[in-house]
């Protein structure tokens, strides 16, 4: 079991190098996929790209080129990245705050989030809008907790005119 986690842990570690190259070269995937370059050039191209890979990486790299899809590669990547992170409990969220975070207060609040979340780990994204005047937003896999000043100032005005 510890070797397959290892695998899983390198193959990660390689599928991320791999879509940095993708992502620093956007036009890659479709010369990759496209008839418009010599198949020699092709060939040699995607031997740069397997030429430090791991086994199961470079037949994951092959079967794409193979079947033509080196253009989404990226989404395939993203894909198991999706897998990953279900896998190891680890969500993503997006922080609205008035003021920037200090890194223990952003640690602060992914510490209770993931409790509140069931996750093992939340990966936080900030954002500063002043207009919220003090509190915090939380936006995560389609659900919004929102602790802001702004929204508790207009409830109880709504509240004080009915």
């Known amino acids: 079991m510890l070797s397959e ?4 842990e390198d193959g990660y570690a390689e599928l991320q190098q791999l879509r940095r190259v993708f992502q ?5 995937g479709t010369v990759l996929s496209d008839a418009s370059l010599q198949a020699a050039d092709r060939e040699k191209l995607v031997g740069q ?31 198991f990245q999706v897998l990953y992170d279900e ?6 969220a997006h922080v609205t705050t ?3 975070l200090s890194a223990e207060q952003k640690d602060q609040i992914a510490t209770a989030y993931a409790q509140r979340v069931g996750a ?3 990966i936080l994204d900030s954002q500063v ?16 907790l929102d602790g802001s000043l702004k929204t508790k100032i207009n409830k109880l005005r709504r509240q004080l005119l009915v």
């Not at 896998?87 to 993503?92: D, E, G, N, V």
């Not at 003090?134 to 389609?142: D, E, F, L, N, R």
């Open 5 to 8: 986690k290892d695998q899983l």
């Open 129 to 144: 809008d002043p207009q919220i005047l003090g509190g915090v937003i939380v936006q995560s896999a389609g659900m919004i």
């Open 98 to 100: 008035a003021v920037d």
């Open 120 to 122: 093992q780990k939340v």
């Open 49 to 79: 790209l397997t030429s430090q890979a791991s086994p199961y990486i470079k037949n994951l790299i092959q079967m794409v080129y193979d079947y033509g899809r080196m253009d989404v590669m990226v989404a395939i990547i993203d894909q």
């Open 24 to 28: 620093d070269n956007p036009q890659l």
């Open 87 to 92: 896998k190891h409990h680890t969500i993503y």
